[in-house]
């Protein structure tokens, strides 16, 4: 079995400043990979960032980039110049090839002016 | 390219009356999934298809939730009957077939029932 974990249920950044999302996961796979899905009160789950296990460069879009640490099979994700935009819920997503998705418990990150 | 659509919006329905959300794929896209998030929780999956066959639905109460893809294009899924627990909203995800294919969301159906 495979789990996530999301140790911040909450999170809080000003505008303009840099916050850091945690997430830890567990896997017996070898090969998976790990997303970061963004949930605005609109409900659309949004893909964030996309990481392949087997590629050690972290990955990044534009503001938004990873930390991928596979020996500690930690994935954090890091919000570059806050927006009020970015104001939503942030599901950490494992998957592999002999499994589904398994998503965290979410954060929900708040954007104060 | 258009996104996954799903209707309705939002229903509401009293507790024993049955319901149906419809969904529409990513054109393409051969994997479809029926996620079912309780207020303040992540998606859980009830059912996912690989074109018009069942690949996992073993989170799907059976005794009163069904869900079809027929032509492994759009699907439904039916609650009959609705209990009160089953208010959540229902999200309709699609991705191209593969591991590690992201999945894209539609908006998702608000379901509270009364």
């Known amino acids: 079995a495979q789990t996530v974990t999301q140790s911040q249920p909450e999170m809080s950044v000003q505008e303009a400043e840099t916050v850091t999302l945690s997430c830890t996961y567990d896997t017996s796979e070898s090969d998976y990979y790990l997303f970061w899905y963004k949930q605005p009160p609109s409900r659309q789950m949004i893909l964030v960032i996309r990481?392949?296990?087997?590629?050690?460069q972290n990955a990044t879009e534009n503001r938004f980039s990873v930390n991928f640490q596979k020996a500690a099979k930690s994935f954090s994700l890091k919000i570059s110049d806050s927006q009020l935009g970015d104001a939503a819920m942030y599901f950490c997503?494992?998957?592999?090839?002999?499994?589904?998705?398994?998503f965290g418990t979410g954060t929900r990150l708040q954007v104060t002016l | 390219e258009a996104g996954v659509a799903q209707s309705p919006r939002y229903k509401i329905i009293e507790k024993r009356q049955s319901v149906a959300f419809w969904c529409n794929p990513i054109?393409?896209?051969?994997?479809l999934y029926w996620y079912q998030q309780i207020l303040g929780q992540g998606p859980k999956l009830l059912i996912q298809f690989q074109n018009n066959g069942v690949v996992d639905d073993s989170q799907l109460p059976k005794d009163r939730f069904s869900a079809e893809r027929l032509k492994g294009v759009d699907s439904t899924l039916k609650i009959q009957p609705a209990k009160l627990e089953d208010s959540a909203v229902y999200l309709c995800a699609s991705s191209l077939t593969g591991v590690g294919s992201p999945l894209h969301f539609g908006n998702g159906t608000r379901l509270t029932v009364t």
């Open positions: 990481q392949e296990a087997y590629k050690q």
């Open positions: 054109s393409g896209h051969a994997t």
């Open positions: 997503v494992l998957t592999g090839t002999a499994s589904k998705l398994t």
